[in-house]
């Protein structure tokens, strides 16, 4: 099976801008989460959908949002970028409690 | 916010060594789940200790799991350079199916 994908892989944006990341599960996943990793805040929870519906969230403000489609892939955008949200982004998709990460989105904003 | 504290940081041994690596947390968990990270890239699935079990292994792994104490360690048995890498645990919570709460890491190095 095709492991998790994302893309884009790296992004550079300027603060203000607002960013889209995609994420196409492991097939026959439905379940997919998000996570944030940086220096300072390790590894973070974003949310997590199922069904495209959301399941969990994690402590991040409304300008973080996510949505599943119908085919389980997953989108999650951040809007008015900071300089804070540089950082990896990492989506995994999962069919039990094991999760399948991807290779994650390396986003800069300068 | 995280869940735990890993320990150590960071550790450096020498290939053929063994590698241990403790986790603390602090809620009930329904499991416990190791990953390993190279380099700023994706994390692997290493290994998943559920609750009830006090101990697991997978090839050259072996993790424990205490519950009163909640703890745990990762054993990595005659390290390769190939096992460089940084090391997680993670907890899934009661009642927050597929939310992992990572620990702070282990930055492990192996030379030869």
């Known amino acids: 099976k095709a492991g998790v994908t994302q893309t884009p892989r790296y992004l550079i944006k300027t603060r203000g801008q607002q960013v889209t990341l995609s994420c196409s599960p492991i097939s026959g996943h439905r379940s997919v989460s998000w996570y944030q990793q940086t220096p300072g805040q390790g590894l973070q929870f974003l949310f997590e959908y199922f069904s495209e519906t959301q399941r969990n969230k994690g402590n991040f403000p409304g300008r973080f949002s996510g949505r599943q489609f119908s085919n389980s892939r997953s989108e999650m955008n951040v809007s008015t970028l900071e300089l804070g949200d540089s950082a990896l982004y990492l989506c995994?998709?999962?069919?039990?409690?094991?999760?399948?990460f991807g290779p994650g989105t390396r986003l800069t904003v300068t | 916010s995280q869940q735990g504290e890993e320990d150590p940081q960071a550790l450096s041994i020498q290939e053929g060594e063994n590698a241990t690596m403790n986790c603390s947390y602090k809620?009930?968990?329904?499991?416990l789940q190791w990953y390993r990270q190279n380099s700023g890239r994706g994390l692997v699935h290493l290994i998943l200790?559920?609750?009830?079990?006090r101990e697991k292994h997978s090839g050259r792994l072996r993790v424990t799991l205490d519950t009163s104490k909640k703890s745990s360690s990762l054993l990595i048995t005659a390290s390769r350079a190939a096992d460089t890498a940084s090391y997680f645990c993670?907890?899934?919570?009661?009642?927050?199916?597929?939310?992992?709460?990572f620990g702070t890491g282990t930055r492990l190095q192996v030379t030869l």
């Open positions: 809620t009930s968990i329904n499991n």
């Open positions: 200790i559920r609750s009830n079990e």
């Open positions: 995994a998709s999962s069919f039990s409690s094991e999760q399948y």
């Open positions: 993670a907890t899934e919570g009661s009642g927050t199916a597929s939310k992992l709460t």
